[in-house]
């Protein structure tokens, strides 16, 4: 089933509306007006993987940094399970600030 909207402009509104840019917003937006049945992704995913490569890490690097196994760090960024409130809000730092990492290594 088709919908009818304005692809840009619900975009644009949802980006205003998380305060950055959201690099596969389109696409998604994309894919419900064509109707396409597609995966479904969270907010908490988008986090970690806005987190994780605004830092430049890899998932292994970036996982330790954040003293989480890898495999923990993988069922968040693919959504089968939701990081834990602490861990959220650090996510919510590193995007805005990616320098900690480095400081993360250091602690």
Known sequence: MKRS???EKVAQAI???MGEELPDIRQAL????AG???RITTPEQILVRQARQKSGLTQAAFADR???PISTLRDWEQGRFTPPGAVA???RLIVKHPELTSELATA
Request: hydrophobic share 60%; proline share 0%.
């Open 5 to 7: 909207f304005d692809l």
């Open 89 to 91: 809000c650090l996510l």
């Open 15 to 17: 980006e205003a509306d």
């Open 36 to 38: 396409a049945a597609g």
């Open 66 to 68: 954040i003293a989480t």
């Open 30 to 33: 994309a894919e419900v007006k």
